[in-house]
Each structure stands twice: as structure tokens, then as C-alpha cells.
T-cell receptor, first 112, second 114 residues
Framework: GQQLNQSPQSMFIQEGEDVSMNCTSS?????WLWYKQDPGEGPVLLIA?????ELTSNGRLTAQFGITRKDSFLNISASIPSDVGIYFC????????????FGQGTRLTINP | ETGVTQSPTHLIKTRGQQVTLRCSSQ?????VSWYQQALGQGPQFIFQ???????GRGNFPPRFSGLQFPNYSSELNVNALELDDSALYLC?????????????FGDGTRLSIL
């Protein structure tokens, strides 16, 4: 089945640093999505990417849909304490239903 | 706040029992998807409901079943509960069935099987 490899699994950074994480797959996806999940809550959508090569920003977040449709990255600039959490990439497959395939997550910890 | 609400927030059951989880979709959304998230993992797709019919399913056995109602709310039913069913169950709503519209998640139901 389809799988996403997300890296790194965890990151420990200083406040103010930039962050980069990525997802790769052997499968092609229709869209790529990036979600953030805080403890006790569901994933919250950060950025949605619809076209190969697309580069999209949302405030300090920037994400790109790889040209091969098999990868994506997320960058966070000038990290702040509220950026702490688990970040998930998800690829969309349309097989009757719109199915999201998730990566394993990147846990971000920020030292003030 | 995504507008997707799930109930209950927590539930404890024993092996062999049955459980029903509920989800109200975001206003205007006609599609509901269910996911299982084990501890430390990403969510896994269970199935999706569109216009009151199941229109796609992941690798979950038939004891996982669901319903969607005319107001687009949905239920997830799990029969013959097993210890491995302990997880966070997430509901996501979206617009348009198999369209590319993004899915928005509720905060989940934490199910513990003893």
C-alpha cells in the first residue's frame, strides 16, 4: 500500500531558529497537506498543495509540492514557543473516496 | 476551531463489547471520513461516507462499520472490541466526496479497551 516517509522523527531547536521537515513516497499523490496536532486535539490543517511544483506560504510556514508528486517539504521560519507540536504530512489518493495517507509525524520541541 | 465535533471525548470498554462513536460535520460539509490513530502514529483511514453511503474503505475488518445521516452527521460502530482497538478515533469532514477539498478534523474520541 501507499506509505509516506516523514523525517526527521523529532527536532529539538532554539526559539528563533528555522525548521525544515519533509515527506517522501514511492507513490504519486493528488494533493499534499500539512497538519499540526497538539496534545489532546485533532490535526489542524496548515497548508494544502494542489499542483506539482506549487510553493505556498501561510505566515511563517512555507510548503512545496514536489515536481514528481512524490514528495513535499514544510519550512517554519523564526520558530516561536507555540510552534511546539507534532507535524504530519498527508497525501491524498482518490479511489472512490478521498483517502488521506499520513506520515509518521515530526515532533517539534523548542527551547526558549 | 474546525466546527467538527465528536462525542464522547473518552470511552473505556472491555474486550468483546461494542461501541458507537459520533461525529457532527462542519456546516456545509457533506462528506465524513473516519481515521484510527494509534499512540505515536499517524492516522489510518478507516472509511468515508458521502451522501449516506460508504464510498471508500481502508484495511479495516467488517466489524468496523458506519452510518451517515441526512444531516451529514456520522457514526462509527466497532463490534467485538479487541485490545488493539485502543486508539484515538478521528472524524474529518469535507465537501464533495472524492473531490480534492481538504479534510478538517475533530478532536477525536479516545477509546481504551481493557
Amino acid at each position: 500500500g501507499q506509505q509516506l516517509n516523514q523525517s526527521p522523527q523529532s527536532m529539538f531547536i532554539q526559539e528563533g531558529e528555522d525548521v525544515s521537515m519533509n515527506c517522501t513516497s514511492s507513490s504519486i499523490f493528488n494533493t499534499w497537506l500539512w497538519y499540526k496536532q497538539d496534545p489532546g486535539e485533532g490535526p489542524v490543517l496548515l497548508i494544502a498543495l494542489y499542483k506539482a511544483g506549487e510553493l505556498t506560504s501561510n505566515g511563517r510556514l512555507t510548503a512545496q509540492f514536489g515536481i514528481t508528486r512524490k514528495d513535499s517539504f514544510l519550512n517554519i521560519s523564526a520558530s516561536i514557543p507555540s510552534d511546539v507540536g507534532i507535524y504530519f504530512c498527508a497525501g491524498t489518493i482518490i479511489q472512490g473516496a478521498q483517502k488521506l495517507v499520513f506520515g509518521q509525524g515530526t515532533r517539534l520541541t523548542i527551547n526558549p | 476551531e474546525t466546527g467538527v465535533t465528536q462525542s464522547p471525548t473518552h470511552l473505556i470498554k472491555t474486550r468483546g463489547q461494542q461501541v458507537t462513536l459520533r461525529c457532527s460535520s462542519q456546516s456545509g460539509h457533506n462528506t465524513v471520513s473516519w481515521y484510527q490513530q494509534a499512540l505515536g502514529q499517524g492516522p489510518q483511514f478507516i472509511f468515508q461516507y458521502y451522501r449516506e453511503e460508504e464510498n471508500g474503505r481502508g484495511n479495516f475488518p467488517p466489524r468496523f462499520s458506519g452510518l451517515q445521516f441526512p444531516n451529514y452527521s456520522s457514526e462509527l460502530n466497532v463490534n467485538a472490541l479487541e485490545l488493539d482497538d485502543s486508539a484515538l478515533y478521528l472524524c474529518a469532514s469535507s465537501l464533495g466526496g472524492s473531490s480534492n477539498q481538504p479534510q478538517h478534523f475533530g478532536d477525536g474520541t479516545r477509546l481504551s479497551i481493557l
